[in-house]
């Protein structure tokens, strides 16, 4: 099923509209965003967290946006590991 979210890069506040297959693991839809868009993950570095800000749990890169209960009109906030 296809959802539709934003990115948003936390470290520079820039922000991405996508829309993606929901069996798509959310560390692809990261390396796609950093191969395909100069910029796009300035500020974050090859290590970062990400966190659902309507659940506002963290998540794992590792699983599905449908594994992560990750729904359309949801903010994906990626920001450098701490």
């Known amino acids: ?3 539709t ?5 936390n470290a520079v506040g820039r ?4 829309s993606l297959d ?3 693991k959310l560390e692809t839809t990261i390396r796609v965003l950093k191969e395909n868009y100069p910029g796009a ?3 974050i570095g090859d290590r970062y967290q990400l966190q ?6 963290h998540l794992e890169a590792e699983k599905t946006y449908e594994e992560a209960h ?13």
């Open 52 to 57: 659902s800000e309507r659940s506002r749990r």
């Open 70 to 82: 990750i729904y359309s009109g949801d903010r994906i906030l990626v920001s450098p590991f701490e």
């Open 15 to 18: 922000e991405y509209d996508v």
């Open 1 to 3: 099923m296809k959802i």
């Open 5 to 9: 979210l934003t990115i948003r890069n």
């Open 22 to 24: 929901n069996k798509q």
């Open 41 to 43: 993950m300035d500020g």
